[in-house]
Every structure is written in structure tokens, then in C-alpha cells.
């Protein structure tokens, strides 16, 4: 990957950067080097004019990349104070770097960075191993906090709450035209490094067809008269029974910040447990389903539904002034490597700014 003439450690921390991941692989973050310091952004079109600046999904992504260009500073040795944090609310900067005396050039991008993936394949149930929950429970970000679910009864109960959000996401236009453009079926759709490659998502036989038939809307809303909504929504909920356990990210419901500084948390955790061989399975349709609640986007048929789920992860975290971020289906995979999705073209993330 060339960085057009670019000094090693800005090759370097970009590379490293969109290692992160995003929802539904929108990499919805910019990269641009004046020519002295790197700046991170969010992309205008697929961040700000997609699913829009202030929402969770894109400033946790966009905090998953400044997790990975902090983890690869350390690795190069830069100093503390040449990475700095900027504007949390994802309009402006939001994180810069300038080094002006790098040190030895950079070997290969830290492994956890380069390693961690999504992976959406049926997992075992054995228990997670101590000494890694007893990791994961000290993690913290700020505000954010991690919380293991491995109780079969507590499982049972997130599980719910995933199946009635995720039935409520069947039956919302907007999220269902959202997925269906960012599916990629053909090796050309796939090649053009964004989205998601349907072979990654591992379906059962029959599941692509499936699949296919339900993205035209019509089709969906004539399949809910039938109720093809619960039938996705159970499908997809059941997962989240089989498995070592839940990991959720749990921080305040509002705050500056506390989005990009999910994402941060988010990362890390998710590269402990790629280390360990424990694999992860993201799940977003709930804290989705809450943040549209707070700001006004749930349709009104379905507000009283959303805010009966608002209440119960209330009881489950035991706090009403907190909300979950993320949650993550996680254990040993049976299947060990799956199909990975790729990054668009560097050019596409990466500008450089050329002084007149
Ligand atoms: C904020 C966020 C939300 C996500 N939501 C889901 C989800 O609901 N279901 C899922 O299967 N993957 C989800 N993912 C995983 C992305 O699809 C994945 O990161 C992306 O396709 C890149 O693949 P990689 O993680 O293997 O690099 C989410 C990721 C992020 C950062």
C-alpha cells in the first residue's frame, strides 16, 4: 500500500486506522496529512450525509480507529503527547498526530490490531477462561464500563430484548434499504472493498435466497403481514443463546463523548478476545433501537414497544442512567477463519493536502 510519499509513521497509524471496524463495514472516517500532521475526520459521505455525524454507530467507529492509532503510536514508540484527541461530537477533527522526530521506521502493525474481525459462525458454550473475564471486567474507558453476561437465565433475557429490537428493525424501511445497499452478493460488488460480503455472514443453506427475497420492501412488508419479522428477528436472537457468553459496553445515556469513547472501549475489548481465540459477533439492533428512541426516530406505532425495552435494560443494568452500547456475542468459533470483509481503496480514506 503506497501513502503517496507520506513519512513511515503516517503510513503507518492510516493502516493501522482502517483496521476498525464499522457498521456494516461503511468505514465512514478520512484520513488527511498536510504535509505535517495527520488529522481524522468523519467522512462526509459516509459518515456525515450517511448514517449522519452524531450517530452512535459512526462515532464508535470512528473511536475504534483512534483506539488502533493509539495502540499503533505505542508500538512506534511515539510519545504521549504526539497523539491528541479532538472533537468528540464527530463535525470536527477529531483526532490529530505530529511527530517531528520519529525514531527507527515502523515493523509490521501491532498483531491484535491487524487480527481483530467479525465473526458471525456458530460458536462452542464452554465458559470463557477466568483470568480473561477477570480482564474484561476491569476494563474501562472514561465513564464506559464492561460487563459479562455468562448466566444462562441473564442470557436468556438480552436475547429477548435483541429479538423484539431486531423485530421492530424488520419493519422499519429506512434500516432495511440501509442493509440491503450494503450487501455485496457478486465478486464485483465485493471488490469494491465496502459493505459486507454475504459469504461472511455465514448463512445456514437456503439463507441467501432468503435473504435476497426479503430486500425489496415490498416484498419485507408483505412478508411481516405473515410474520416474517418475527421469524428473522427469532432467528437471529437465537444465536445469541449459543454461546460462552454476551459482552456488553455500558456507559451514560448522554455525555460528551461517551459514543467515540464506546467505540474506544469496544476496540480493545474486542482485541483481547480476538487474542485469546475467542471469537466476536457484534450486535447493534438494540442500542440501535434506543438511541432512535431518544432522539425522536421510532415511528409512533412503535414507541410504547421501544420504550418497554428502554425499561427492562433499565432493570438489567440496574441503572436508568445507563445504556448499552454494544453488545457482543462471543466463544470459541467452530468456524475458526472466516471470510473477512475488505477495505475500499486508500484513496478513498487518505488524502494528502498539498500547500500551494
Ligand atoms: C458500531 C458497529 C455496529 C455493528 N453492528 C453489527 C451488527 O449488528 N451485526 C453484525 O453482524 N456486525 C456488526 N458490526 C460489525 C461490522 O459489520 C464489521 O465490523 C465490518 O463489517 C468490518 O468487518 P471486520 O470487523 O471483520 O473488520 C458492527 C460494527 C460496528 C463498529
Redo the contacts with the bound molecule.
Keep these: 500500500m503506497s501513502l503517496r510519499g507520506t513519512p513511515d509513521w503516517v503510513s503507518y497509524l492510516v493502516r493501522a486506522g482502517l483496521?476498525?471496524?464499522?457498521?456494516?463495514?461503511s468505514q465512514p472516517w478520512q484520513f488527511v496529512w498536510d504535509g505535517r500532521t495527520l488529522e481524522l475526520f468523519m467522512h462526509d459521505e459516509r459518515g456525515k450525509r450517511g448514517l449522519g455525524a452524531d450517530h452512535?454507530?459512526n462515532l464508535?467507529?470512528l473511536g475504534?480507529v483512534i483506539e488502533n492509532l493509539s495502540q499503533a503510536a505505542r508500538a512506534l514508540g511515539m510519545p504521549a503527547e504526539t497523539l491528541q484527541m479532538g472533537d468528540a461530537s464527530g463535525s470536527g477533527c477529531m483526532a490529530r498526530a505530529v511527530w517531528e522526530h520519529p525514531q527507527s521506521p515502523p515493523g509490521a502493525l501491532p498483531a491484535g490490531v491487524q487480527q481483530?474481525?467479525?465473526n458471525?459462525g456458530p460458536f462452542e458454550t464452554t465458559a470463557l477462561d477466568r483470568r480473561l473475564l477477570a480482564e474484561l471486567a476491569v476494563m474501562r474507558q472514561g465513564p464506559l464500563r464492561v460487563a459479562v453476561v455468562s448466566e444462562a437465565q441473564a442470557r436468556e433475557r438480552w436475547s429477548g430484548l435483541v429479538r423484539e429490537a431486531s423485530e421492530l428493525r424488520f419493519q422499519n424501511e429506512e434500516i432495511h434499504r440501509w442493509l440491503g445497499d450494503s450487501l455485496r452478493f457478486t465478486p464485483e460488488e465485493v471488490a469494491r472493498g465496502d459493505g459486507?460480503d454475504v459469504a461472511?455472514?455465514l448463512l445456514p443453506p437456503g439463507g441467501e435466497s432468503l435473504l435476497r427475497l426479503s430486500l425489496d420492501w415490498r416484498r419485507m412488508v408483505l412478508l411481516n403481514r405473515f410474520g416474517g419479522c418475527k421469524l428473522f428477528a427469532l432467528l437471529e436472537a437465537a444465536m445469541l443463546k449459543k454461546c460462552a457468553a454476551l459482552v456488553t459496553v455500558i456507559g451514560p445515556a448522554s455525555g460528551t463523548g461517551v459514543e467515540v469513547a464506546a467505540?474506544r472501549l469496544?476496540q480493545r475489548v474486542w482485541i483481547a478476545l480476538n487474542e485469546m481465540g475467542i471469537a466476536v459477533?457484534?450486535?447493534?439492533?438494540l442500542p440501535d433501537q434506543l438511541h432512535r428512541l431518544r432522539t425522536g426516530r421510532v415511528a409512533p406505532e412503535f414507541v410504547h414497544k421501544v420504550r418497554r425495552i428502554e425499561a427492562a435494560v433499565g432493570e438489567l443494568l440496574g441503572s436508568r442512567d445507563e445504556t448499552v452500547f454494544?453488545l457482543l456475542r462471543v466463544g470459541v468459533p467452530r468456524v475458526a477463519a472466516p471470510v473477512?470483509?475488505r477495505r475500499l481503496p486508500l484513496e478513498r480514506s487518505f488524502s494528502v493536502l498539498v500547500s500551494p
Design positions: 483496521h476498525a471496524p464499522s457498521a456494516d463495514n452512535p454507530a464508535m467507529a475504534a481483530r474481525h467479525t458471525r459486507l461472511s455472514l467505540g469496544l459477533h457484534p450486535y447493534f439492533v454494544m473477512r470483509s
